[in-house]
Nanobody
Framework: QAQLVESGGGSVQAGGSLRLSCVAV????????MGWFRQAPGKEPQGVAG????????YYGDSVKGRFTISKDNAKKTVYLQMDSLKPEDTAMYYC?????????????????????RGQGTQVTVSS
């Protein structure tokens, strides 16, 4: 059964860094788009960053551009999210997701719950 397994969340002070990992188990890595969404308590889900699993290209949400970097290791079927210069407003549950897509930008604007696969989430907490 295809699934996504996240790791790497935690608590840091503002200005710190964390790296999230998402391993694809099964054939879900064959989908076109894979990346990260986040949801803070009481707020709508937000697309953070996405990449094409089978090619080049990344897209970032406006609030994380210049601070977060998405990368992948195809041999390990793993997507990473390097988060630098973290801010308290980055505090949220971060979810890895994967699905077919038209473009990464289009994919990040969709509700993450409709993806073919979504991980259980990993908590990121940034204190001021």
């Amino acid at each position: 059964q295809a699934q996504l397994v996240e790791s790497g969340g935690g608590s840091v002070q503002a200005g710190g860094s964390l790296r999230l990992s998402c391993v694809a188990v099964g054939d879900i890595y064959s989908t076109k788009c894979m990346g990260w969404f986040r949801q803070a308590p009481g707020k709508e889900p937000q697309g953070v960053a996405g990449t094409y699993t089978g090619g080049r290209g990344e897209y970032y949400g406006d609030s994380v551009k210049g601070r977060f970097t998405i990368s992948k290791d195809n041999a390990k079927k793993t997507v990473y999210l390097q988060m630098d210069s973290l801010k308290p407003e980055d505090t949220a549950m971060y979810y890895c997701a994967a699905d077919d897509c038209i473009t990464i930008e289009w994919w990040l604007l969709r509700p993450p719950a409709i993806n073919k696969a979504r991980g259980q989430g990993t908590q990121v907490t940034v204190s001021s």
